[in-house]
């Protein structure tokens, strides 16, 4: 076993990046080293992250996301962000998107968070200075009016720099 009979709660997360990298990711493991250190998706994927331990942190994340309860709203706007950004850094843009697609459809963003949350990503997308950019930023504004997240000076000043890009 991986852990001792008591394990606490930074011997799972150390233990976790070592699963995650195991291909494909041992869901089961990663569950019961979760519930063996009594953690829930949203501790464990803060703990990776603090750790920097982002492809772990990642994986939980996607892992959550497939159950069929995703417990979205344990996952603070912190979390939610750093996660974003790290899709968007990864070149999953459009994994960050259907994310806040989801979150927008279950209603658990609330307008000004949304509107963070979609600046975080144009953020990401601007960051990687893609041909694909101002596609990428446009669709995030598209989603933004579906999510009815207001547009702010930044939204307008993120799609210039898209421009810009283009």
């Known amino acids: ?11 799972v997360a150390r233990a976790l990046p070592a699963v995650c990298a195991r291909s494909p990711t041992p869901a089961d493991d990663v569950r019961r080293l979760l519930q063996a250190g009594g953690l829930g998706y949203a501790d464990a994927v803060r703990d990776l992250l603090r750790d920097g331990a982002m492809r772990a942190a990642l994986q939980v994340f996607m892992m959550a996301k497939g159950e069929e309860a995703f417990p979205v709203e344990e996952f603070p706007v912190d979390v939610t962000l750093s996660i974003l950004r790290l899709l968007a850094a990864t070149d999953q843009v459009q ?51 579906q999510a009815g997240a207001p547009r702010t000076g930044e939204t307008l000043a993120l799609l210039i720099d898209a421009c810009a890009l283009a």
């Open 95 to 145: 994994a960050a998107v259907a994310h806040i697609k989801d979150l927008a459809r279950r209603g658990r963003l609330d307008a000004s968070a949304a509107s963070d949350h979609f600046h975080a990503c144009m953020r990401g997308v601007l960051l990687r200075g893609s041909a694909g950019a101002l596609k990428a930023a446009q669709t995030i504004v598209d989603i933004m009016e």
């Open 1 to 11: 076993g991986l852990l001792s009979e008591d394990p606490e709660r930074g011997d």
